[in-house]
Nanobody, 125 residues
Framework: QVQLAESGGGLVQTGGSLRLSCTDS????????MGWFRQAPGKEREFVAA????????YYADSVKGRFTISRDNAKNTVYLQMNSLKPEDTAVYYC??????????????????WGQGTQVTVSS
């Protein structure tokens, strides 16, 4: 059973960095393509980045391309999101999710099955 938990969020100044982690205590994460999404107050959940099961293919939203890096360590049942050059508009709750079969890299939240509880990222100006 998939049980995702995000961590690593916090308060950072503009230009700073954070690394988010998404760990699966059910130890099944290696079977899934994974995605990171974020949701700001009053807005819909939006795609940030995704990675294939092997980690060989990655996908990014235009807004984070060149600043964020998604990676995974299947031996540790963990997916990471390294966030550099953070901006105030990156402020949101960040969620990781498992992609439905055939939807690896999808930009739509409805194509992801399991979600963690989220971790808050706040970037001050």
């Amino acid at each position: 059973q998939v049980q995702l938990a995000e961590s690593g969020g916090g308060l950072v100044q503009t230009g700073g960095s954070l690394r988010l982690s998404c760990t699966d205590s059910g130890r099944t994460i290696r079977s899934y393509g994974m995605g990171w999404f974020r949701q700001a107050p009053g807005k819909e959940r939006e795609f940030v980045a995704a990675v294939s099961r092997s980690g060989g293919n990655t996908y990014y939203a235009d807004s984070v391309k060149g600043r964020f890096t998604i990676s995974r360590d299947n031996a540790k049942n963990t997916v990471y999101l390294q966030m550099n050059s953070l901006k105030p508009e990156d402020t949101a709750v960040y969620y990781c999710g498992t992609a439905r079969t055939g939807y690896v890299g999808s930009l739509r939240a409805r194509d992801y099955d399991y979600w963690g509880q989220g971790t808050q990222v706040t970037v001050s100006s």
